[in-house]
């Protein structure tokens, strides 16, 4: 059993560790790191204690790496690690391996080690890149591993497997909530780094024990950890940094994540045979999935009928749209009707802060997953046999912004009737930076994950920060977030038509082919 | 192959009222009985006839409306490992992982059916160069073609010497050279094994099948050898010439199989008990007259 265990492992990791996607993960988290760890005279600082920070010893860099990678890992992992089982079920792999005596239990299993090493292979390499700048800063170079590898043990390793847990569990739920998961996750993590504040994890006691080791500027001023990018005016002063005190208190918070950890693979198992059958359960999902949409289709908005009956000169941007509202349910119009009697009812400001906030969310989760659908599948390519794919991709992005449009209809009218012509013009580069965005990015990176995960931060910084310059649709009713919008559309259009004019592609398909010829050539000449 | 990890001993698949339907008002298999002994097995049916409905039951990859499956006389609804233990299975549709190269993929799958692991390096060098793959074995599978993959999907079928062997369409996409090759290979593999081929075309199993399941409509239509199929459909194929008016009308009425125009007069291929006029003369029934005799649209008793 066991050799069978890790040899599955092995080859599943293996397999994952050559998707492109993991190598920019790798190269974005290492970029990171180095980031982490400023210069003295850089003028920015990541952890800052008052204008304080520690030398750069091994103590300080592997604790301050940990602290700031942990909240990192706990959400980039889990849009890294995601998508995979149920990828493999949709592809029908998964159907493929559980007709053996492979059981769903030690499926889920492999995955999880799978998952848990894809994390600590990142996290390793992080720690590789530390040490490296640790020796480059020349601060104090002696390097001690157990500095390093401590924290980690304490801060990172516990959130990988809990991570890991977190993306089986995602994966495995019906594809009906599955569609939200990115989504509920991002809230997820929130409210996991709330209860990190509280004890979850041994982040604050790291923090508290730092802050207290810091030199303060002046008496009676109370000591501040701030991470983040923050610019500094003047030198960051240094301090020789001990190392944290591990003692119980720090070690509680690992077994709690742990158990947590535990509690969510437990739940995942149950449901993986039960419930949410692997197996069983796959198929007719993904035959409801496609018949329902229609039933929904046929009594949906007669307003779809209506658009589709006023440009039947333009049969492709016709049957774009018709594909579009197949896929949206029913509670899409309900929601859509609800936001627009609202937008003309409640005052300026609360339009502004409330329901253009809940707009921007509105589409996120509906339109764009559509344009996933056909690169996923091979459908891109039947379809590019009989047209252009330029022309293709831009009467989806028209498509979707009609669609985004009439969430936003009731806003539009709204700013149009108070005179509000900047806020209109806001809106409607909303509406078409939206499709832009996700058909670019699926076109590129063929997922959806990090065009969602950008637009969840700019709405997080507009939103709750109130941050003009990612303002996309108007909440802060800044002319930074208009500029930036249009920018933001004026390079995705350019960056559609150059992907299309080959320029990307060209240079990447002749190194492709290059090395594929090499490679034939090299194991030809072993064959004799 | 030639290693078994499970002892062979005769195997007996049994099949009792199964019926699967996916929504309530259609039925994908209809109160199916049968019992299948080692040898190959040829399912055959339009598309939709449920033939890959019955396979993926067997496989226990859907759960069954109502009816059972048993083997060797135990029920196999509580305990599905019972089956896969000993099951190779090439569905219909499939993926593989990409990334790896056709070895990698064959060992994580003796894995992950636990061929015991003295035998998975010869097994799978063997299997490679029986489905001609051996010279591709290190190449990513991302780059393989359609009929490569369809022959890794057999492969992996094969490993671990299951006694079970369902294989569903698996001669989609191989060239004639390689059609022979499987037919080969399965001859060499029906003697102590179940194996269950399904195709919709019926002359793909004719030569290889031991016996004959004619499906159409979710219900079995006739199940027998192929010489006994043939034997039944003796006096029953009528070939007929008629002026090309004539045989308009004759193909209103009758059966026809085939049609083949001269200058102004017409040859039919008739299916009917009876001479279905004065000039018909009885020929050679083929099984693709039984198949197209069998799932006529009101089912004839097969027995
Ligand atoms: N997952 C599924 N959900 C709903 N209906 C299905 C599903 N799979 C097959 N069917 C239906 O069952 C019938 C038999 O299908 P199938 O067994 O795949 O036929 P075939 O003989 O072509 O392999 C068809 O009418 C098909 O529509
Ligand atoms: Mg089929």
């Given at each position: 059993m066991n050799w069978y265990f890790w040899k599955i492992v092995q080859l599943d990791l293996y397999n994952r560790i050559r998707k492109t996607n993991w190598w920019f993960a790798c190269l974005c988290m290492i970029a990171i790191t180095l980031f982490i760890f400023p210069d003295?005279?850089?003028?920015?600082?990541?952890?800052d204690i008052n204008g304080y920070r520690g030398t750069y010893n091994s103590a300080w860099m592997g604790e301050s790496l940990a602290l700031v990678s942990s909240s990192f890992v706990l959400l980039f992992g889990y849009y890294l690690l995601s998508g995979f089982v149920a990828q493999e079920k949709t592809s029908q792999i998964q159907s493929l391996l559980l007709s053996s005596s492979f059981t769903i239990n030690q499926y889920l299993s492999t995955k999880f080690v799978v998952n848990v090493l894809l994390l600590n292979i990142i996290g390793i390499l992080m720690i590789a890149a530390a040490m490296l700048q640790q020796l480059i800063a020349q601060e104090q170079s002696t390097i001690y591993i157990t500095s390093y590898i401590l924290p980690y043990l304490v801060l990172i390793l516990p959130v990988t497997i809990m991570v890991s847990c977190f993306a089986l569990l995602f994966d495995i739920l019906p594809e009906k909530i599955q569609k939200y998961s990115n989504l509920i996750y991002f809230f997820v993590w929130a409210l996991l780094c709330t209860l990190n504040i509280f004890g979850l994890s041994a982040h604050s006691d790291f923090i508290r024990q730092m802050e207290q080791a810091a030199p303060s500027l002046t008496t009676g001023q109370t000591q501040h950890l701030s991470i983040g990018i923050s610019k500094l005016n003047r030198i960051q002063e240094t301090f020789n940094w001990q190392g944290v005190?591990?003692?119980i208190s720090v070690f509680i918070p690992i077994v709690l994540q742990l158990l947590l950890g535990l509690v969510i693979f437990t739940i995942t198992l149950r449901l993986a045979n039960?419930?949410?059958?692997?197996?069983?359960q796959s198929k007719s999902n993904r035959f409801s999935t496609s018949t329902n949409p229609k039933k929904a289709s046929s009594n949906s908005f007669a307003l779809t009928d209506y658009l589709f009956t006023i440009n039947s000169q333009y049969p492709l941007l016709n049957a774009e749209l018709g594909m579009l509202s197949s896929h949206l349910n029913r509670s899409f119009w309900v929601i859509a009707t609800c936001l627009f009697s609202v937008s003309l009812l409640v005052s300026l400001d609360t339009l502004r802060a409330v329901i253009l906030a809940i707009i921007w969310l509105l589409p996120v989760v509906t339109v764009c997953q559509l344009s996933m659908c056909d690169e996923r599948s091979e459908t891109a390519v039947l379809l590019s046999g009989y047209r252009n794919q330029l022309s293709l991709r831009l009467t989806r992005v028209l498509a979707a912004s009609i669609f985004t449009g009439l969430c936003c209809l009731g806003a539009l009218i709204r700013f149009v009737i108070e005179g509000e012509f900047i806020a209109v013009l806001h809106l409607l580069g909303y509406c078409l930076l939206l499709p832009l965005g996700s058909v670019t990015c699926s076109m590129i990176f063929h997922s959806q994950k990090m065009f969602q995960l950008s637009f969840l931060f700019c709405w997080i910084a507009s939103v709750v920060n109130h941050a003009p310059y990612s303002d996309l649709i108007g909440v802060t009713a800044s002319s930074q977030g208009f500029s930036a919008t249009w920018i933001a559309n004026l390079t995705l259009f350019i960056m559609l038509i150059a992907y299309h004019a080959n320029l990307f592609t060209m240079r990447c398909n002749f190194w492709y082919v290059k090395s594929k010829k090499a490679v034939v050539e090299y194991v030809k000449s072993g064959a004799h | 192959m030639s290693n078994a990890s499970f002892p062979i001993k005769e195997v007996q698949l049994g099949i009792h009222k199964l019926s699967k339907s996916y929504h309530e008002n259609h039925t994908a298999l209809n109160n199916i009985s049968l019992t299948l002994t080692p040898g190959i097995i040829g399912l055959v049916g339009s598309n939709g006839a449920g033939k890959s409905t019955l396979l993926k039951l067997i496989a226990q990859l859907e759960r069954p409306s109502s009816g059972s499956i048993q083997l060797n006389g135990q029920d196999v609804a509580g305990c599905p490992q019972l089956i896969r233990q000993r099951l190779g299975l090439l569905p219909q549709h499939f993926a593989v992982y990409e990334n790896l190269t056709a070895k990698q993929f064959l060992q994580y799958l003796a894995a992950v059916k636990q061929v015991t692991r003295k035998h998975v390096a010869q097994d799978i060098s063997e299997l490679l160069h029986a489905l001609n793959l051996h010279e591709f074995e290190?190449?990513?599978?991302?780059?393989?073609s359609g009929g490569m993959r369809q022959r890794l999907g057999i492969a992996q079928a094969l490993l671990g010497a299951p006694d079970i062997l369902i294989f569903d369409e698996p001669t989609v996409g191989l060239d004639p050279h390689e059609r022979v090759a499987f037919r080969s290979l399965l001859k060499k593999l029906g003697k102590d094994k179940i194996v269950l081929l399904s195709s919709h075309i019926i002359s793909d199993l004719a030569s290889i099948s031991d016996n004959i399941l004619v499906l159409a409509r979710g219900e079995v239509c006739a199940f027998n050898t192929p010489e006994n199929l043939l034997q039944h459909m003796e006096g029953k194929v009528w070939d007929i010439m008629l002026k090309t008016t004539e045989a308009r009308q004759i193909e209103t009425q009758f059966k026809v199989c085939d049609t083949q125009y001269f200058d102004n007069k017409t040859r039919l291929r008739v299916i009917h008990?009876?001479?279905?006029?004065?000039c018909a003369s009885s020929i050679a029934p083929n099984l693709e007259d039984a198949y197209l005799f069998y799932t006529a649209p009101c089912p004839v008793e097969a027995h």
């Amino acid at each position: 059993m066991n050799w069978y265990f890790w040899k599955i492992v092995q080859l599943d990791l293996y397999n994952r560790i050559r998707k492109t996607n993991w190598w920019f993960a790798c190269l974005c988290m290492i970029a990171i790191t180095l980031f982490i760890f400023p210069d003295s005279s850089a003028g920015y600082a990541v952890l800052d204690i008052n204008g304080y920070r520690g030398t750069y010893n091994s103590a300080w860099m592997g604790e301050s790496l940990a602290l700031v990678s942990s909240s990192f890992v706990l959400l980039f992992g889990y849009y890294l690690l995601s998508g995979f089982v149920a990828q493999e079920k949709t592809s029908q792999i998964q159907s493929l391996l559980l007709s053996s005596s492979f059981t769903i239990n030690q499926y889920l299993s492999t995955k999880f080690v799978v998952n848990v090493l894809l994390l600590n292979i990142i996290g390793i390499l992080m720690i590789a890149a530390a040490m490296l700048q640790q020796l480059i800063a020349q601060e104090q170079s002696t390097i001690y591993i157990t500095s390093y590898i401590l924290p980690y043990l304490v801060l990172i390793l516990p959130v990988t497997i809990m991570v890991s847990c977190f993306a089986l569990l995602f994966d495995i739920l019906p594809e009906k909530i599955q569609k939200y998961s990115n989504l509920i996750y991002f809230f997820v993590w929130a409210l996991l780094c709330t209860l990190n504040i509280f004890g979850l994890s041994a982040h604050s006691d790291f923090i508290r024990q730092m802050e207290q080791a810091a030199p303060s500027l002046t008496t009676g001023q109370t000591q501040h950890l701030s991470i983040g990018i923050s610019k500094l005016n003047r030198i960051q002063e240094t301090f020789n940094w001990q190392g944290v005190n591990y003692d119980i208190s720090v070690f509680i918070p690992i077994v709690l994540q742990l158990l947590l950890g535990l509690v969510i693979f437990t739940i995942t198992l149950r449901l993986a045979n039960g419930p949410c059958h692997l197996l069983y359960q796959s198929k007719s999902n993904r035959f409801s999935t496609s018949t329902n949409p229609k039933k929904a289709s046929s009594n949906s908005f007669a307003l779809t009928d209506y658009l589709f009956t006023i440009n039947s000169q333009y049969p492709l941007l016709n049957a774009e749209l018709g594909m579009l509202s197949s896929h949206l349910n029913r509670s899409f119009w309900v929601i859509a009707t609800c936001l627009f009697s609202v937008s003309l009812l409640v005052s300026l400001d609360t339009l502004r802060a409330v329901i253009l906030a809940i707009i921007w969310l509105l589409p996120v989760v509906t339109v764009c997953q559509l344009s996933m659908c056909d690169e996923r599948s091979e459908t891109a390519v039947l379809l590019s046999g009989y047209r252009n794919q330029l022309s293709l991709r831009l009467t989806r992005v028209l498509a979707a912004s009609i669609f985004t449009g009439l969430c936003c209809l009731g806003a539009l009218i709204r700013f149009v009737i108070e005179g509000e012509f900047i806020a209109v013009l806001h809106l409607l580069g909303y509406c078409l930076l939206l499709p832009l965005g996700s058909v670019t990015c699926s076109m590129i990176f063929h997922s959806q994950k990090m065009f969602q995960l950008s637009f969840l931060f700019c709405w997080i910084a507009s939103v709750v920060n109130h941050a003009p310059y990612s303002d996309l649709i108007g909440v802060t009713a800044s002319s930074q977030g208009f500029s930036a919008t249009w920018i933001a559309n004026l390079t995705l259009f350019i960056m559609l038509i150059a992907y299309h004019a080959n320029l990307f592609t060209m240079r990447c398909n002749f190194w492709y082919v290059k090395s594929k010829k090499a490679v034939v050539e090299y194991v030809k000449s072993g064959a004799h | 192959m030639s290693n078994a990890s499970f002892p062979i001993k005769e195997v007996q698949l049994g099949i009792h009222k199964l019926s699967k339907s996916y929504h309530e008002n259609h039925t994908a298999l209809n109160n199916i009985s049968l019992t299948l002994t080692p040898g190959i097995i040829g399912l055959v049916g339009s598309n939709g006839a449920g033939k890959s409905t019955l396979l993926k039951l067997i496989a226990q990859l859907e759960r069954p409306s109502s009816g059972s499956i048993q083997l060797n006389g135990q029920d196999v609804a509580g305990c599905p490992q019972l089956i896969r233990q000993r099951l190779g299975l090439l569905p219909q549709h499939f993926a593989v992982y990409e990334n790896l190269t056709a070895k990698q993929f064959l060992q994580y799958l003796a894995a992950v059916k636990q061929v015991t692991r003295k035998h998975v390096a010869q097994d799978i060098s063997e299997l490679l160069h029986a489905l001609n793959l051996h010279e591709f074995e290190n190449q990513n599978i991302s780059t393989f073609s359609g009929g490569m993959r369809q022959r890794l999907g057999i492969a992996q079928a094969l490993l671990g010497a299951p006694d079970i062997l369902i294989f569903d369409e698996p001669t989609v996409g191989l060239d004639p050279h390689e059609r022979v090759a499987f037919r080969s290979l399965l001859k060499k593999l029906g003697k102590d094994k179940i194996v269950l081929l399904s195709s919709h075309i019926i002359s793909d199993l004719a030569s290889i099948s031991d016996n004959i399941l004619v499906l159409a409509r979710g219900e079995v239509c006739a199940f027998n050898t192929p010489e006994n199929l043939l034997q039944h459909m003796e006096g029953k194929v009528w070939d007929i010439m008629l002026k090309t008016t004539e045989a308009r009308q004759i193909e209103t009425q009758f059966k026809v199989c085939d049609t083949q125009y001269f200058d102004n007069k017409t040859r039919l291929r008739v299916i009917h008990e009876t001479p279905p006029t004065k000039c018909a003369s009885s020929i050679a029934p083929n099984l693709e007259d039984a198949y197209l005799f069998y799932t006529a649209p009101c089912p004839v008793e097969a027995h």
